[in-house]
């Protein structure tokens, strides 16, 4: 039995002005993964709104002290947070989720979706982002799928 079979692929709604936790107890977490590798609180999604602004944003934080939990591969150490970017890769244990944000209207919830990809996260998260990456000049070039860029040592 893996420790996503409870998971259901329905939406599951959260109060805006809750934090959603994940991880292994059953009475202290909204999202429960029954597996070892997992601490009994392993992280939290928190909504906020900037001053000024309608518009829900979400911070994740590390509350597990053993485990490392990274978010597109910055590593949180416990108690540590960082908001969460549009499409996010977040790890912990052996478990790998991409995280997107989508547009919407209400400011009292949120809603989940898990699902199973098709891709893994990694390949996902650059498959399908709308977003090119833009290098310190400020000048974007596309690159054509499936070619290579070589650059020199210390070339960004």
Known sequence: MS????LE?????????????????SKMCDIQLHD?????????????????????????????????????????EYLNKVELPRKAIVRFAEFVFLVEKEDGEST???ET????????????????????PVPETGLAFPVAPNSAVELAEGEF
Not at 3 to 6: E, G, S, W, Y
Not at 9 to 20: C, F, G, S
């Open 36 to 76: 070892l590798r997992v601490s009994r609180m392993q992280f939290a999604i928190e909504a906020f709104r900037y001053f000024n602004s309608s518009e829900l944003s979400f911070e994740i934080k590390n509350l597990s002290q053993k485990g490392r939990l990274t978010v597109n591969n910055a590593e949180l």
């Open 9 to 25: 692929t329905e939406e599951m709604k959260h109060r805006a002005d809750e934090a959603l936790k994940v991880g292994r107890d």
């Open 3 to 6: 420790a996503l079979d409870d």
């Open 113 to 132: 979706v898990f699902e199973l990809a098709a891709l893994p996260p990694s390949l996902e998260l650059i498959c399908c982002s709308s977003l090119s």
């Open 108 to 110: 009292d919830y949120f």
